[in-house]
Every structure is written in structure tokens, then in C-alpha cells.
């Protein structure tokens, strides 16, 4: 499948970077809410010490001072990062390599860009649920956008009364990151509207050089200031890049659920690369996951608030389990003839940087919280019933492993869960999924659904 226009393969860019102005959705308003505790961090010692710890965090990732567990060693790490600057939200090619290496080189051999432009798919219906899934994500990020940054929908156009209460309930200011990191909205070197980026308020933004996504010579700079793509009033929270990560990542692992941990894997590394290009915070990226994640439940849950809804280009889906089934029968299809083998054979073939199983955890842990601060002491080292508190959330597994049922899957869910307490775990059901840790899950579900079919022989 052809992208039509260079406006339509880039529907995602222009929403998640530079905006529009759109009445706020049903989903729009929950996500806003369950986000809004970063709009009074500044109220607080415990938030302050947040704020200021999420300063030094992103600098120090950024230049290299802090050295993470990483996929790749540093200086390559920031060659992949670079090529994670552009987006092929037309079909997840970019995060395939996720899938492995057979299987990874078996889904970019029928989906992939042929320039910036113009895009293959596996099939209408993989390629239908896809935009679907990220036209849901997408508006949520982007409504997040300048509504933390100064209350509007695009910068100038006030929110809706509903939105504009979400703020007015909890005490909540705007700008937060301009206002306390010393570039408020307007100021010189300060994103016009608010919520100014890494680039834009740290003391040093190490340069990257290298070559893009399409081999392209490129750097950090023309993917944050422009020409590429220009961020510079474009505000930072929540980070557009790793909510389309997280989305497309889950959505491969729920296809195809064999490299379930490695996808979550690749969603967590491509968010980090988000900060190592200087375009975002650590609390960016964690706010990006944590909706992406929240969405995705409740698309898989077929909520009737996400489904059988009019997205810009998507095609509208009114049964999302049914469209996921359709596209996973035709996604497996292209799979197993380019693979030569079965999805579970061909699944252990990987020799690139998803290999190790324990290089893999360790970089996804150190994305876990980033080391933030506790916000929130009443949360943190408590078990937060996931069962109870959000059912939902069960269907990330049961989705990928249907020998579970919903309970099983929230109670690993559960037992899985992160330290807690952190700057959006306020106790709403929405900060359950700032705990969710779903690398660890998903190899409890798959212990749990292997021990399942072994007894059932």
C-alpha cells in the first residue's frame, strides 16, 4: 500500500508535534486527568525534588554521564537513536527488529518505506488496525501536548470547560518544566507556549552526527530544531515518539506473543532514545508509556469509549478484538511463508541486540522509574490490585495468551507491578499503568500459559 500525499504519512508527526486544534474526546479527558498530576509537581517538596531529579536525569542520559544499562554501547546507542527519530507509524517497520532476526527481516521485507513518503503494508487489515490503534494513542498524546504547557488546545485555543476543570480541581499550573527549569513559555530560547524540551533548557546537548532512518546524513540538531523537524515550540510532555513506541510495540507483541519481552524491550529503548537525542525528560517518556500502555487495555478491552469512533486516517473498527484477530491470521500468514518455519521456531532466531535475554531486562529496568524520586509514600512499596482497580488491564496478556484467564493476568499484573509512588501514581486507576512492568509480566504469562498446555496433554 502507497501513501497518498506526504501529508498523509505524516498525520502522526503533525498531531503529536505541532498540533491542532481539536474539541477534547471522552478518551482525551481521561488521559488528561490521569496525567495531570505533573501539572502540581511544583506544589510540593516531594514534586520539586521530582522535577529537579527529572533535570539532571535527562541531562545526565543524554551526554553520557549517567551510564545505563543499554542495548548497544553508548556511542552506537546514539546512532540507533537517531535513526528512532523518524516515524513509520504507516506500519511499525522501524520497531520490527523487535521481532527478531528472521522474523523481524520477514515483516520489513512486506512492510517497509520505501522513502519518507510512500510505505508498504502486510494487509489491509494489519495495516487498518495499526492506524486505528495509533490515531487513539496519537490524539491522546497530542491533547496532552498544550494542554500542560498553557491550557489550550494548540497553543492558542483555550480547552474545553471539562478540560479546563481537570486543572481547576486539583490545583494545577501550566508550564511546569519552563517554569522550573528557567525557560517559561515565551522567553528567549523557551518554546512560545510552554513546556520547553531538553534541547531548550539544559546547559549542554551532546551533538549526534550520523545517518537517519533512511541513511540520510543527519543529526540531533535537524531533528530537533528544524529543518526535518522542528520541536522548538512544540512542547515536551508527554513524549509523542514514545507513545507511538509503546503503541506499536505492544501491538507487535500482542500479534505476535513469542517476542512479547523483546517488543516491550524495543518499546522501552526507543523511549530512552527520546532522551538521548535531548528531545525529552525522563518524566516525558514515562508519561508517553504509561497512556500508550492505558490505551491499549482499554482498546483490547473494546471499550465502547474507543471503539466505533471517527479517528483522522483510520478506518473506524467497532470490534477491536476481531480486528486484532483478523490482522494477527494474515500477519502470521506472511510470517511463517517468508520465515520457512513455524512463528515459535523462527521467534528464537535472533543474533542482534535483542539476543540476551539479560541484557534485555536490564535495559528495560533502568526505564522502569528512571530513579525518580518518590512523589506519592502512600503508594510507594504498596500492592495496587490491579484486578480491582483497573480489570482492564488484564487483557495486555490475555490478549497475546488467551489460555489466561482475565483474573490470571491481573494478578500477575499485580504481582509484577513496579516499586510505585512515583509522580503519576496519585492512586487513580490510571497510575496503575505507570507501575505496569510488562516485560516481567509477559514472561510470567507465558511460564503460566506453557505450565497450562503441558497439563492439558
Given at each position: 500500500m502507497k501513501g497518498l500525499t506526504r501529508t498523509a504519512i505524516t498525520l502522526w508527526l503533525s498531531a503529536a508535534f505541532i498540533g491542532s486544534a481539536e474539541a477534547q474526546t471522552a478518551t482525551n479527558l481521561a488521559v488528561l486527568k490521569g496525567l495531570s498530576p505533573l501539572s502540581v509537581l511544583g506544589k510540593s517538596q516531594s514534586g520539586r525534588a521530582a522535577l529537579s531529579s527529572n533535570y539532571t536525569v535527562t541531562g545526565g542520559i543524554q551526554t553520557g554521564d549517567i551510564r545505563?544499562?543499554?542495548?548497544?554501547?553508548?556511542?552506537?546507542?546514539?546512532?540507533?537513536?537517531?535513526?528512532?527519530?523518524?516515524?513509520?507509524?504507516?506500519?511499525?517497520?522501524?520497531?520490527?527488529?523487535?521481532l527478531g532476526t528472521t522474523l523481524g527481516s520477514a515483516y520489513v521485507a512486506r512492510a517497509h518505506y520505501q522513502d519518507r513518503e510512500h510505505f508498504t503494508s502486510i494487509s489491509q487489515a494489519l495495516a487498518d488496525l495499526i492506524a486505528y490503534t495509533n490515531s487513539t494513542t496519537g490524539s491522546d498524546s497530542n491533547s496532552g501536548k498544550y494542554f500542560f504547557a498553557?491550557?489550550?488546545?494548540?497553543?492558542?485555543?483555550?480547552?474545553?470547560?471539562?478540560?479546563?476543570?481537570?486543572?481547576?480541581?486539583?490545583?494545577?499550573?501550566?508550564?511546569?518544566?519552563?517554569?522550573?527549569?528557567g525557560r517559561p513559555a515565551g522567553t528567549p530560547g523557551a518554546d512560545a507556549y510552554g513546556d520547553s524540551r531538553p534541547f531548550q533548557t539544559e546547559p549542554q546537548i551532546l551533538p549526534i552526527i550520523g545517518r537517519d532512518y533512511f541513511g540520510a546524513p543527519a543529526n540531533n540538531t535537524v531533528y530537533n530544531r528544524g529543518p526535518v523537524m522542528n520541536l522548538i515550540d512544540s512542547p515536551s510532555f508527554p513524549s509523542?515518539?514514545?507513545?507511538?513506541?509503546?503503541?506499536?510495540?505492544?501491538?507487535?507483541?500482542?500479534?505476535?506473543?513469542?517476542?512479547?519481552?523483546?517488543?516491550?524491550?524495543?518499546?522501552?529503548?526507543?523511549?530512552?532514545?527520546?532522551?538521548?537525542?535531548?528531545?525529552?525528560?525522563?518524566?516525558?517518556?514515562?508519561?508517553?508509556?504509561?497512556?500508550?500502555?492505558?490505551?491499549?487495555?482499554?482498546?483490547?478491552?473494546?471499550?465502547?469509549?474507543?471503539?466505533?469512533?471517527?479517528?483522522?486516517?483510520?478506518?473506524?473498527?467497532?470490534?477491536?478484538?476481531?480486528?486484532?484477530?483478523?490482522?494477527?491470521?494474515?500477519?502470521?500468514?506472511?510470517?511463517?511463508?517468508?520465515?520457512?518455519?513455524?512463528i515459535a521456531a523462527c521467534a528464537k532466531d535472533d543474533t542482534?541486540?535483542?539476543?540476551?535475554?539479560?541484557?534485555?531486562?536490564a535495559a528495560y529496568d533502568v526505564t522502569q522509574t528512571y530513579g525518580l524520586p518518590v512523589v506519592y509514600p502512600n503508594n510507594f512499596g504498596v500492592t495496587e490490585d490491579v484486578g480491582k482497580m483497573t480489570p482492564e488491564a488484564g487483557n495486555l496478556l490475555t490478549a497475546a495468551f488467551p489460555s489466561l484467564t482475565l483474573d490470571e493476568a491481573n494478578q500477575i499484573l499485580t504481582d509484577t507491578e513496579g516499586p510505585g509512588g512515583g509522580f503519576l501514581d496519585d492512586g487513580s486507576s490510571f497510575g496503575i499503568y505507570s507501575r505496569l512492568n510488562l516485560y516481567a509480566a509477559s514472561l510470567a504469562a507465558k511460564t503460566l500459559a506453557d505450565h497450562k498446555a503441558s497439563a492439558a496433554k
Open positions: 545505563q544499562s543499554t542495548l548497544l554501547p553508548f556511542a552506537e546507542q546514539q546512532q540507533q537513536a537517531l535513526r528512532d527519530a523518524f516515524i513509520t507509524d504507516g506500519n511499525l517497520a522501524e520497531l520490527a527488529d523487535g498553557n491550557a489550550t488546545t494548540d497553543g492558542k485555543t483555550p480547552v474545553s470547560a471539562e478540560a479546563a476543570d481537570i486543572l481547576k480541581q486539583n490545583g494545577g499550573g501550566s508550564d511546569v518544566f519552563g517554569v522550573n527549569y509523542g515518539h514514545t507513545t507511538y513506541g509503546y503503541m506499536g510495540s505492544i501491538l507487535l507483541a500482542v500479534l505476535v506473543p513469542e517476542r512479547y519481552p523483546e517488543m516491550i524491550t524495543r518499546a522501552s529503548e526507543y523511549g530512552n532514545d527520546r532522551i538521548i537525542v535531548g528531545a525529552h525528560y525522563a518524566m516525558d517518556v514515562l508519561g508517553g508509556r504509561t497512556l500508550a500502555t492505558y490505551d491499549l487495555a482499554h482498546l483490547l478491552a473494546n471499550d465502547p469509549a474507543y471503539v466505533g469512533q471517527t479517528l483522522k486516517g483510520a478506518a473506524v473498527i467497532k470490534d477491536y478484538p476481531a480486528a486484532l484477530s483478523a490482522a494477527r491470521a494474515d500477519l502470521i500468514t506472511v510470517l511463517k511463508a517468508n520465515c520457512g518455519a513455524d542482534g541486540r535483542f539476543g540476551n535475554p539479560a541484557m534485555n531486562q
